[in-house]
Structures are given as structure tokens and as C-alpha cells.
């Protein structure tokens, strides 16, 4: 069964950091894709960044901010927010995808629980 476990969300100020982590069991770490996203109530999914399954490629819709990384002998994936705004507010998911690199969130293989991130002004 694949596991996917986020962890090191939390509330945070306007400016602040937080690394987020996302724990993989059940399927070689180096033959899935992950994708981070974000949800608020009412919306869709939005992608946040990706890392390909030979870490080749690592994309951010905000590169200024926000960087994603993987570590394979943890079989953990991290997702580095810097410069949090209150507009970072959301329920971030951990997502993974048997494959090169990720989709849309409907189109991953298997999804986290999702974590909040709540950033205060």
C-alpha cells in the first residue's frame, strides 16, 4: 500500500518559513513523481511545484519563493516556502505519480492527507 505522509505544516507569520515533508512507502521512491498542491475551501486544486522521479527536474510556480527537493535515502520529499503570504493559506497535499514527472491533481496515483499551512498578517 502506498503511504504518502505530510508533516511540518503549522501558523506562521507574514515573512516566515516552514518546510514541509512528505514521507513515501509502498513503491520505489525512484520511480514516482511528486507533486506538492494547495487547496482553499471552495477551490480547486492549485499545483505548487513538482519534482521528477530522477530529480532531474524540480519546478515551482513561485521559484522565488518556494523549492522542492528530494531525498532518497529518507524516501522524503520537502517543499521549502520562504516569504510565506496570507495568500499561502491552504491545505497543502503531498501527491505522487508512477511516471516521469507529475499532472493534475485528479491525474496523480496516489494522494496525502493533506496539512495545513496558515499564514497570519
Known amino acids: 500500500e502506498v503511504q504518502l505522509v505530510e508533516s511540518g505544516g503549522g501558523a506562521v507569520q507574514t515573512g516566515g518559513s516552514l518546510r514541509l515533508s512528505c514521507a513515501v512507502s509502498g513503491f520505489p521512491f525512484d520511480d514516482l513523481a511528486i507533486g506538492w498542491f494547495r487547496q482553499v475551501p471552495g477551490k480547486e486544486h492549485e499545483g505548487v511545484s513538482c519534482i521528477s522521479s530522477k530529480e532531474d527536474t524540480a519546478v515551482s510556480a513561485d521559484s522565488a519563493r518556494f523549492t522542492v527537493s528530494r531525498d532518497k535515502l529518507k524516501n522524503t520529499v520537502y517543499l521549502q516556502m520562504n516569504s510565506l503570504k496570507p495568500e499561502d493559506t491552504a491545505v497543502y497535499y503531498c501527491?505522487?505519480?508512477?511516471?516521469?514527472?507529475?499532472?493534475?491533481?485528479?491525474?496523480?496515483?496516489?494522494w496525502g492527507k493533506g496539512i495545513l499551512v496558515t499564514v497570519s498578517s
Open positions: 501527491s505522487a505519480r508512477r511516471g516521469y514527472y507529475c499532472k493534475t491533481y485528479s491525474a496523480m496515483d496516489y
